[in-house]
């Protein structure tokens, strides 16, 4: 497992970023939603999920009052998977950050929101989704 925080300093969001998490990992998520106060139905269903261990999942909680997320990325069955994996839930929390900042979903803010957090978060994920490397 990898983890990254990351401040987006333009929103004033912090995100916490986990990598390739299977069920050993549950205790450290599961904290790092109590800090953000995400809601105990919410904390539930996400130990049983990452109980279970899937390949291929994630999730993205955002407190938006907080401005704060917790965004997880599970082990993959592929590096395509990875990045789908990944791609669907940073999306998730790029739809959060513009929807709490008054952004138009369709326009370039939020597009180079995506690409910016992509660069940034690039030391994190080439691993998982080079061709030369194996997950």
Known sequence: ?????????????????????????TRS????????????TVLE????????????SGFTYSNKTMRRSVVVVGL???QA???NSFEHELRHLCDDIAADSGMPMQGEEVA???GDLNAELWPEIHQFICCCSSI
């Open 1 to 25: 497992m990898k983890i990254r925080d990351l401040r987006i300093g333009k929103y004033g969001w912090r995100v916490r970023f986990y990598f390739a998490v299977h069920g050993y990992h």
């Open 29 to 40: 998520i599961l904290s790092s939603l109590e800090e953000i106060e995400c809601p105990g």
């Open 45 to 56: 269903r996400v130990r049983g999920n990452l109980l279970r261990a899937d390949m291929d």
């Open 76 to 78: 993959a069955t592929s």
């Open 81 to 83: 998977q990875f990045l």
């Open 112 to 114: 180079y929101l995506t």
